[in-house]
């Protein structure tokens, strides 16, 4: 058990809807990480948080956004959801975000299923 | 920008053997290279991680890996390999010059027969 907790696990909506995907990171980490896990397109980083503030971003579309939270947790948002969307949602979290030697702890992930 | 590379989708090994998963990578300054295990229906959980110093980097469960610099490779290695070793292998790359991203490998499966 790496500390990192998501919820929901699973997650079975239709094209067009909206979801929230929610994550705590383990106790004492500032950063976030959301990460989006196909079979195409492998494991693809879409965003960073530190301490509530963005910090980095990768190939997360319009459609999807983020936050964290005063109490450092994250909520991922996905909108206007498409089938191509249907994939393993992954967060991690690290202690600063910024230490390039820094190990990041994955959660056990959301799976959404657009259909 | 920096870039990782698996270049095997699959690795099959007997029971007892030693495995190796290989790994390349590119980076402008200097790397801070990682390696991650899936199990199904599973997060992935760190292995191992090269920062500096020593090239060769002993991890969890046995497994170690080989930095070599001017191969720009960071293979995984075991030297006996368990059938529970079976699982899916990421490597990521973090660039030292720049930048907050961790850029992960296509992944790579392993696959131990007893």
């Known amino acids: 058990d790496s500390g990192v907790t998501q919820t929901p696990k699973h997650l079975i909506t239709a094209t067009g809807q909206r979801v929230t995907l929610r994550c705590s990171p383990r106790?004492?980490?500032?950063?976030v990480y959301w990460y989006q896990q196909s079979l195409d397109q492998g494991l693809q980083f879409l965003i960073q948080?530190?301490?509530?503030?963005?910090?980095a971003k990768g190939n997360i579309l319009e459609r999807f956004s983020a936050q964290q939270f005063p109490d450092l947790h994250s909520e991922l948002n996905l909108s206007s959801l498409e089938l191509g969307d249907s994939a393993l949602y992954f967060c991690?979290?690290?202690?600063?975000?910024?230490?390039?030697?820094?190990?990041?702890?994955f959660g056990p992930g959301t799976r959404l299923l657009v259909l | 920008a920096q870039s990782v590379a698996q270049p095997e989708d699959q690795v099959n090994v007997a029971e007892g053997n030693p495995l190796t998963v290989k790994c390349t990578y590119s980076?402008?300054?200097?790397?801070?290279l990682f390696w991650y295990v899936q199990y199904p229906n599973r997060g992935l959980q760190f292995l191992l991680k090269?920062?500096?110093?020593?090239?060769l980097v002993k991890g969890s469960y046995g497994f170690e890996a080989e930095f070599n610099k001017s191969q720009t490779s960071f293979h995984l290695k075991k030297p006996s390999a368990l059938v529970s070793d079976s699982a899916l292998y990421f490597c990521?790359?973090?660039?030292?010059?720049?930048?907050?991203?961790?850029?992960f490998g296509a992944g790579t499966r392993l696959f131990v027969k007893a």
């Open positions: 090269y920062i500096t110093g020593d090239n």
């Open positions: 948080y530190y301490n509530g503030e963005e910090r």
């Open positions: 106790s004492g980490d500032l950063s």
């Open positions: 980076v402008s300054g200097n790397p801070y």
């Open positions: 991690a979290s690290s202690v600063v975000g910024t230490g390039d030697g820094e190990t990041q702890y």
């Open positions: 990521a790359v973090r660039d030292g010059a720049g930048g907050f991203k961790t850029i």
